[in-house]
Every structure is written in C-alpha cells, then in structure tokens.
Nanobody, 124 residues
C-alpha cells in the first residue's frame, strides 16, 4: 500500500518561498507519476504539477509555471515542490498524489493514492 506524507507547509509573506516534501513508501515508484494538487477553502481541488519518477518529465499548471518546480530524490523516495514568488492566491492545502503509470496527467481522478495535505498560507 502506498503511503504519502507531506511536510514543509507554513505561513509566508507574498514574494517568499517554501519547499514542500512528500515522502513516499510502500512500493517501487520507478513506473509512477507523482503529482501535487491544492485546494483552497470553498474551491475544488486543482492541479499544480506532476512528474514521472523515471525520466523526470514534468507538467505544470499555467498559474504556477515559472514559479514552482517539481522534482524527485529517487534514493530518498521523496518528491519536492519548490515554490517561489508566492502569492496570496497560492494559499491552500497542498496534497501529494501518486499514479501507478508513467504518464503525465492533470486529472485528480487519475491518481489513486493521496497524502493528508499540508497547509500553505501566503499573507499579503
């Protein structure tokens, strides 16, 4: 069973940076796609970024392109989301997700394992 544990959220001022981590366990992830999603209060969960564990191909939502970077540390089985130039509209609970296929996607329904989420709050 896949387990995903996020960390690294917190409160930051607009223009600041945070790095989220997602520690993955329970499987060999070489054929997986990993994703980050976020959900703000009263809004639907939205795609942020995805990466194939093998090959490191990436895909970003337009709203974060150029500001956020998704990456993996394969020996540590950890996925990162480096978030720079943060804006108040980036405030949300951020979730890590895993998909047991090596194909990029933006759809939450394509991911079958989820972490518990970590809160990111950006003050203006």
């Amino acid at each position: 069973q896949v387990q995903l544990v996020e960390s690294g959220g917190g409160l930051v001022q607009a223009g600041g940076s945070l790095r989220l981590s997602c520690a993955a366990s329970g499987r060999t992830f070489s054929s997986y796609t990993m994703g980050w999603f976020r959900q703000a209060p009263g809004k639907e969960r939205e795609f942020v970024a995805a990466i194939t564990w093998s090959g490191g191909r990436t895909y970003y939502a337009d709203s974060v392109k150029g500001r956020f970077t998704i990456s993996t540390d394969n020996p540590k089985n950890t996925v990162y989301l480096q978030m720079n130039s943060l804006k108040p509209e980036d405030t949300a609970v951020y979730y890590c997700a895993a998909r047991p296929r090596p194909y990029l996607t933006r759809y939450a329904s394509d991911f079958d394992s989820w972490g518990q989420g970590t809160q990111v709050t950006v003050s203006s």
